[in-house]
């Protein structure tokens, strides 16, 4: 398996531009997450999906994100208009629930907004 | 509010010595924790874990030690290497709950030769 793909691996975009972030999940994996990782912040979860379905999406910023998962394979996140504290790394995950053997991270878009 | 906390943002250890990395947490409902590595620009790999209902496990040169009525956990690496340096992520789970995993901000530990 090529493990979770995320694309693109670096974006640098102007602030009030549409930012769209893609996550094609490992086959098999029923859940799917993107975190966002900040110097400040850490990890931290934006919205997670199971079969799907969006489950909790308490940790996105605002109503400028959003995200969809259209089928078992694809995902992409959102951000519009971006602003450049929006500039991190973001990160798409899949697992098997429950998730025993933790998630398995792809390597993540750096997302630079200007 | 972080409920998992890693107070320690950096570590430097020589090697061939113990590398102690820790972790502790609020949220009482957590029931899993779990070890994560990075290396830069890298996704986060998992590393090792542990249930609630253990206060050990060990795999290989890393060992979790997880103590809960502190809400503490540690991870032991014996002996380090260089391939160690890394930043390590904690993070925790109400596997009775959401499945959700929550991180805490890391520590990047290097190991000199």
């Known amino acids: 398996d090529a493990g979770v793909i995320q694309s693109p691996r670096h974006e640098v975009t102007e602030m009030g531009q549409e930012v769209t972030l893609r996550c094609k999940p490992i086959s098999g994996h029923n859940s799917l997450f993107w975190y966002r990782q900040t110097m400040m912040r850490g990890l931290e979860l934006l919205i997670y999906f199971n079969n799907n379905v969006p489950i909790d999406d308490s940790g996105m910023p605002e109503d400028r994100f959003s995200a969809k998962m259209p089928n078992a394979s694809f995902s992409t996140l959102k951000i519009q208009p971006s602003e450049p504290r929006d500039s991190a790394v973001y990160f798409c995950a899949s697992s098997l629930i429950p998730a025993r053997a933790g998630y398995t991270f792809g390597s993540g878009t750096r997302l630079t907004v200007v | 509010d972080q409920q998992v906390k890693q107070n320690s943002p950096s570590l430097s250890v020589q090697e061939g010595r113990i590398s102690i990395l820790n972790c502790d947490y609020t949220?009482?409902?957590?029931?899993?924790f779990l070890w994560y590595k990075k290396y830069p620009a890298e996704g986060p790999t998992f590393l090792i874990s542990i249930s609630s209902i253990k206060d050990k496990n060990e795999d290989g040169r890393f060992t979790v030690f997880l103590n809960k009525s502190a809400k503490h956990l540690s991870l032991h690496i014996v002996p380090s290497q260089p391939g160690d340096s890394a930043v390590y992520f904690c993070a925790a789970s109400d596997q009775g709950g959401s499945e959700k995993l929550v991180f805490g901000k890391g520590t990047k530990l290097t190991v000199n030769p």
């Open positions: 949220n009482s409902m957590f029931d899993y």
